[in-house]
């Protein structure tokens, strides 16, 4: 599996667990979990950069080297 695939894979994980918090009365929780996201999301479309790719990319091979 490459990086980006993990990142996707994780993202949609982390999007599930906040929205599993949100459903079991942990608003608080859930609404910093989602605000990490977008701010991640945010800094990945201002800058280009993505530090799970990047911490992924040094464990697995890009998708783009296939």
Do not use: H
Not at 7 to 16: D, E, F, K, N, S
Request: net charge positive; proline share 2%.
């Amino acid at each position: 599996m490459c990086a980006e695939r993990i990142q996707r894979l994780l993202m949609a994980i982390v999007l599930g667990v906040a929205l599993l918090l949100f459903l079991n009365s942990y608003i608080l929780y859930g609404a910093i979990l989602q605000s990490f996201v977008i701010l991640m999301i945010i800094s990945w479309s201002i800058f280009d950069f993505c530090p799970s790719i990047w911490i992924f990319s040094k464990f697995t091979s890009s998708c783009e080297k296939k």
